[in-house]
Each structure stands twice: as structure tokens, then as C-alpha cells.
Nanobody, 122 residues
Framework: QVQLVESGGGLVQAGGSLRLSCAAS????????MGWYRQAPGKQRELVAT???????NYADSVKGRFTISRDNAKNTVYLQMNSLKPEDTAVYYC????????????????WGQGTQVTVSS
């Protein structure tokens, strides 16, 4: 099967930076888009940033210019560099990957990580 393992969350003061990582492992044949979503208490999960295999990126308006998504395709890993953090960025951040496994190819499915807490204090 497929596992997504996130790391890098934590507590930071407003204006600070954090870098999230998410590594995909398991019976992976190919990975299409990888990205990050977040969910704050009492709110719906929302897209933060995504990146395709062709390096096309998409960002939520609220993070443009502050967050940068990147991928290491050789390591099946996606990163999220978060700068100039604000208290409103506080949320659980989830990694998402659109993956074809060796048994499912060419069909693909979305897989989720377990989430990592990011807390930004004012």
C-alpha cells in the first residue's frame, strides 16, 4: 500500500518560518500531483498549495508570496516552505498525493497523510 508521512510542524511566533516535509512510500508506480491542505478548528479543509510532476504550481491566495511548494521526485517527497507566518495560518496541515500503485496503474487515487500541527502565536 501507500503511506504519506509528514514532518516539520510545530509552534512558531508570527513572522517566523517552518518547513514541512511529506514522504510517500510503498507500492508506488507513479505520482502525479502532490500538495498540502490545511484545516483550522471549526473550518473546512482547504487547499494550500499543489505541484504537478511537470512543476506546475497552484497556491491559495492567502499564502501567495509567503509559502513555496517544492518536490524531490527521486525521493517521492514534497516540501512546503512557510515564511512570514501569521496566526491565521494555524491549522493541521495535511499532505496529499495523487498516486498510481503497481496494482492500480493506470488508475490513480488520492492519498492523505496523518496531518501535522502548525501553531503560530501572535
Amino acid at each position: 500500500q501507500v503511506q504519506l508521512v509528514e514532518s516539520g510542524g510545530g509552534l512558531v511566533q508570527a513572522g517566523g518560518s517552518l518547513r514541512l516535509s511529506c514522504a510517500a512510500s510503498g507500492s508506488i508506480f507513479s505520482i502525479n500531483a502532490m500538495g498540502w491542505y490545511r484545516q483550522a478548528p471549526g473550518k473546512q479543509r482547504e487547499l494550500v498549495a499543489t505541484m504537478t510532476t511537470g512543476d506546475s504550481t497552484n497556491y491559495a491566495d492567502s499564502v501567495k508570496g509567503r509559502f513555496t511548494i517544492s518536490r524531490d521526485n527521486a525521493k517521492n517527497t514534497v516540501y512546503l516552505q512557510m515564511n512570514s507566518l501569521k496566526p491565521e495560518d494555524t491549522a493541521v496541515y495535511y499532505c496529499n498525493a495523487h498516486i498510481s500503485t503497481r496494482s492500480s496503474w493506470p488508475a490513480s487515487s488520492h492519498y492523505w497523510g496523518q496531518g501535522t500541527q502548525v501553531t503560530v502565536s501572535s
